[in-house]
Nanobody, 121 residues
Framework: QVQLVESGGGLVQAGGSLKLSCAAS????????VGWYRQAPGKQRELVASITSSGSTNYADSVRGRFTISRGNAINTVYLQMSSLKPEDTAVYYC???????????????WGQGTQVTVSS
């Protein structure tokens, strides 16, 4: 299994910055990619940014230029640097890892418990 723990959420004023962290642990063969998702009250969960094991990144249009996804030495630690935050960025932010438990296993997604980000106007 893969356990994901997010941290770094909190309350910040509009225009401020926060850095989220996602740490993966457990027994797995490989993490292929990690994504940050968010879900605001009454809205569907949406992809914010993702990074592959080779370092390729992808961003939602709404955050491109303001958010940066990166990883540590290995993809088992992934960060989301959020700058120029807006009230509409308020949501619970979730980390998702696409991983394989064994060399012949099918990849599947694993979710963290989420961390609240609140941006005040």
């Amino acid at each position: 299994q893969v356990q994901l723990v997010e941290s770094g959420g909190g309350l910040v004023q509009a225009g401020g910055s926060l850095k989220l962290s996602c740490a993966a642990s457990g027994s797995y063969f490989r993490i292929n990619a990690v994504g940050w998702y968010r879900q605001a009250p009454g809205k569907q969960r949406e992809l914010v940014a993702s990074i592959t094991s080779s370092g390729s990144t992808n961003y939602a249009d709404s955050v491109r230029g303001r958010f940066t996804i990166s990883r540590g030495n290995a993809i088992n630690t992934v960060y989301l640097q959020m700058s120029s935050l807006k009230p509409e960025d308020t949501a619970v932010y979730y980390c998702n890892a696409d991983a394989r438990l064994g060399p012949l296993s099918t990849s599947r997604g694993y979710w963290g418990q989420g961390t609240q980000v609140t941006v005040s106007s």
